[in-house]
């Protein structure tokens, strides 16, 4: 009898257990795939089943990813077909939306617009997570998103300015589903620490002089990040100060343009081009970097300026959606126009020149991603959010 009694309640556990597929079509180093690992790593798996789902063949940033998530034991399901809307796909998000009496789908980017009609077929809810503000979609994804945004029942934003923007500029509807705002996360117990020694070795590794002043840039090289007008502005620098450096962290189709720029403004010796770099080899570069720079255009709610915020670095960012409610002016670093490169210039000179401030600005942003950016909130928004959105608060 006793036994039939666990064996029911085991049962019933699983019942209740809420059922995730999240759906991406890569499974990259990018900020917004490492926000999915956030949750793969953070969700009460007590209460959620957790399933992952990508393209290996679609020719996206890469699947760095998959190796950290079938290390934490995570079931990962391969979606046929290198485009975005391949019929078997397709099919194959439908098989599995079926097999594991899927409840949720949370999606990561355009396949959300099938998985939004696959979910109705399904009985399942679909929730997008929504970063970029709505820069450059296609009139084709434009009109695809605002037929099927009918069946979206959910929609996170990375910050206040991209709900903002979508609800004015979007493809989406946002009149049938449920919002929520759901700031990106930094763990500051999991941001290495490195001391002198180490530093001073990790400068030589990439040949760097102990009194260089570093300055670094993290992201693909695209035109969202616009890296060129970093370049821009760095050029003027060195004219006036001496073991002055601008370390690229990231990979990219513009990478061979940025470069012929600086050659063109004889920076060679000067800039300095990483490559794609894993986690680890991030935060060592953050670590001898004495300021953090973001020359984007646009943005969601960059986990690299969080990133670099929690090392104790100083920002000079782009007075831009994301960057605005991570970076506080004049407090954890300066907001700048984009697309200037001598406000960018200026704004780093200033914290070259003053390194007080740039230490009290850096304390400033690792409070700040203590106090804000706290991955405990982050994962229970997003826990609270999931059961709104299937009716079981």
């Known amino acids: 009898m006793l036994r039939d009694q666990g064996i029911a309640s085991a049962q019933s556990t699983e019942m209740e257990r809420i059922t995730i597929l999240m759906l991406a079509a890569s499974l990259s180093l990018t900020g917004t795939h490492r926000i999915l690992l956030d949750l793969l790593e953070g969700l009460d798996q007590t209460k959620f089943n957790l399933l992952v789902a990508y393209k290996p063949e679609f020719r996206g940033p890469g699947n760095d990813l998959v190796p950290k998530i079938k290390e934490l034991g995570f079931r990962i399901l391969p979606l046929r077909g290198g485009h975005l809307f391949n019929i078997k796909g397709l099919l194959d998000i439908h098989k599995i939306a079926s097999k594991y009496r899927v409840d949720l789908i949370h999606c990561w980017d355009s396949l959300s617009i099938m998985a939004r009609i696959l979910g109705k077929i399904n009985g399942a809810k679909v ?34 300015g991209s709900q903002e923007l979508h609800h004015k500029h979007g493809p989406n509807s946002f009149r049938w589903c449920k919002e929520e705002v759901i ?83 004889g920076l060679a010796s000067q800039v300095v081009f990483t490559g794609k770099k894993q986690k680890n080899e991030v935060f060592e570069l953050l670590s001898i970097t004495d300021i953090y720079v973001s020359s984007s255009l646009w943005e969601g709610l960059p986990i690299a300026v969080l990133e670099a915020m929690a090392m104790g670095l100083p920002v000079v960012a782009t007075n831009v959606v994301g960057n605005s409610e991570a970076v506080v002016d004049n407090v954890n670093g300066y907001l700048v126009p984009a697309k200037n490169p001598s406000a960018l210039a200026e704004a780093i000179a200033g914290l070259i020149q003053n390194p007080e401030n740039r230490m009290r600005m850096g304390e400033a942003g690792k409070k700040r991603v203590e106090r804000v950016f706290d991955p405990k909130r982050f994962v229970l928004q997003h826990q609270e959010f999931y059961k709104k959105v299937l009716g079981r608060v």
């Open 127 to 160: 929730i997008d997570s929504i970063g970029n503000p709505p820069v450059g979609i296609e009139w084709k994804e434009y009109a695809a998103k605002r037929i099927s945004s009918i069946f979206l029942t959910g929609a996170v934003f990375q910050s206040k």
């Open 183 to 265: 700031y990106n996360s930094i763990d500051l117990h999991k941001v290495p620490h490195y001391d002198l020694k180490t530093k001073k070795k990790i400068k030589k590794k990439y040949g760097f002089k102990e009194n260089d002043t570093i300055l670094s840039n993290l992201g693909m090289y695209n035109a969202q990040k616009s890296q060129e007008h970093l370049i821009q502005a760095f050029s003027t620098l060195p004219k006036h100060y001496n073991n002055i450096k601008l370390l690229l962290i990231g990979w990219g189709e513009r990478e061979k343009f940025l470069k012929n720029q600086m050659q063109l403004l």
